[in-house]
């Protein structure tokens, strides 16, 4: 009646070490990838940065030069882990700090609404580029 015992543990055994090694070869397959996709996002990021700071240099006349008279303080450095609705995370709100003389803001308070004109410093896409990667949630996803 134990016959059956010694090959269905080895059956058992070498499934086990099959199994190992299939794990071993899936991270190892996975490190790789990962390096591969570091290298190239660092190498086109830097690509990028360059080809804007050029850019940049050899704007055209006609071009309208703003000067930065403030920079918003936020909770979130980067991309990951920032709301999309910000009002639903109350301990994430940002603020405006800016660097020009208070007497520039007498009378504001008399306007409901104030347009704020940004840049993100860290983009890294060209200014010409008119590609989103989102889509408006009305008239169905089109741009």
Same mark, same amino acid.
């Given at each position: 009646?134990?016959?059956?015992?010694?090959?269905?543990?080895?059956?058992?055994?070498?499934?086990?070490?099959?199994?190992?090694?299939?794990?071993?070869?899936?991270?190892?397959?996975?490190?790789?990838?990962?390096?591969?996709?570091?290298?190239?996002?660092?190498?086109?990021?830097?690509?990028?940065?360059?080809?804007?700071? *050029?850019?940049?240099?050899? =704007?055209?006349?006609?071009?309208? #030069?703003?000067? +930065?008279? @403030?920079? %918003?303080?936020?909770?979130?450095?980067?991309?990951?882990?920032?709301?999309?609705?910000?009002?639903?995370?109350?301990?994430?709100?940002?603020?405006?700090?800016?660097?020009?003389?208070?007497?520039?803001?007498?009378?504001?308070?008399?306007?409901?609404?104030?347009?704020?004109?940004?840049?993100?410093?860290?983009? *890294?896409?060209?200014?010409? =580029?008119?590609?989103?990667?989102? #889509?408006?949630? +009305?008239? @169905?996803? %089109?741009?």
């Amino acid at each position: 009646p134990t016959s059956w015992l010694a090959p269905a543990l080895s059956l058992v055994a070498y499934s086990a070490l099959l199994y190992i090694r299939h794990c071993q070869l899936v991270k190892s397959i996975e490190q790789k990838w990962v390096k591969l996709r570091q290298a190239e996002r660092s190498g086109r990021i830097k690509a990028e940065v360059k080809l804007r700071s *050029t850019s940049k240099q050899l =704007s055209s006349e006609g071009s309208m #030069r703003l000067k +930065r008279i @403030g920079t %918003i303080i936020s909770p979130y450095t980067k991309r990951m882990g920032t709301p999309r609705q910000g009002a639903l995370v109350p301990a994430s709100r940002a603020f405006i700090q800016l660097e020009i003389p208070m007497e520039t803001l007498d009378g504001i308070e008399k306007y409901s609404h104030a347009w704020i004109i940004f840049e993100f410093h860290a983009n *890294t896409d060209l200014c010409s =580029s008119r590609k989103t990667k989102i #889509r408006p949630p +009305r008239a @169905g996803g %089109i741009k």
